[in-house]
T-cell receptor, first 116, second 107 residues
């Protein structure tokens, strides 16, 4: 058990809809990272938050947004969903907030999104 | 061309064999991670390296910064080591991933 909790584990929705994925980091960790894993693109870094502030941005679409709350949990919002958004979405946490080095990462079990 | 290349893509071994998975990258990095993803989908971080060598149990990871190359070794492999092993590099506010090496260890 990594100590990182992601909900929901599975989600099925329709094109055009909006969903929210939630991540609670390991106790004491200040950084939360979001990743997308799809069959055709593999793992991709989406975005990082550190202590409530956006720290780094990767290949995140404009239809996607995230935030980190004062209790350090984070939410990833996906809107105007398309079939190609079907993927596993992972979050990870770390104590460090470095932009060049994440420190050791602890991953959640992932949220599997299916868009029909 | 992917900035992070792993080889081999697939690897089948007999229990007890010594296994090596390679990762080459083409960009300047601050750190390299080896991740393990089991069939259920969960990801576990095995190592984070910026230089030299690290060992944890039967796993050894090395990195050569000058050659932009890292290797993950598994000694005395076991069927429970069957998983996808992913190399990832940290650089400039970003992280890039290799496509993964699918390892199957047969009893």
């Amino acid at each position: 058990d990594s100590g990182v909790t992601q909900t929901p584990k599975h989600l099925i929705t329709a094109t055009g809809q909006r969903v929210t994925l939630r991540c609670s980091p390991r106790s004491g960790d200040l950084s939360v990272y979001w990743y997308q894993q799809s069959l055709d693109q593999g793992l991709q870094f989406l975005i990082q938050y550190y202590n409530g502030e956006e720290r780094a941005k990767g290949n995140i679409l404009e239809r996607f947004s995230a935030q980190q709350f004062p209790d350090l949990h984070s939410e990833l919002n996906l809107s105007s969903l398309e079939l190609g958004d079907s993927a596993l979405y992972f979050c990870a946490s770390s104590f460090w907030g470095g932009t060049t080095n994440t420190g050791e990462l602890f991953f959640g079990e992932g949220s599997r999104l299916t868009v029909l | 061309k992917n900035e992070v290349e792993q080889s081999p893509q697939n690897l089948t071994a007999q229990e007890g064999e010594f296994i090596t998975i390679n990762c080459s990258y083409s960009v300047g990095i601050s750190a390299l991670h080896w991740l393990q993803q089991h069939p259920g989908g969960g990801i576990v971080s095995l190592f984070m390296l910026s230089s030299g060598k690290k060992k944890h149990g039967r796993l050894i990871a090395t990195i050569n910064i000058q050659e932009k190359h890292s290797s993950l070794h598994i000694t005395a492999s076991h069927p429970r080591d069957s998983a996808v092993y992913i190399c990832a590099v940290s650089l400039n506010n970003d992280m890039r991933f290799g496509a993964g090496t699918r390892l199957t260890v047969k009893p």
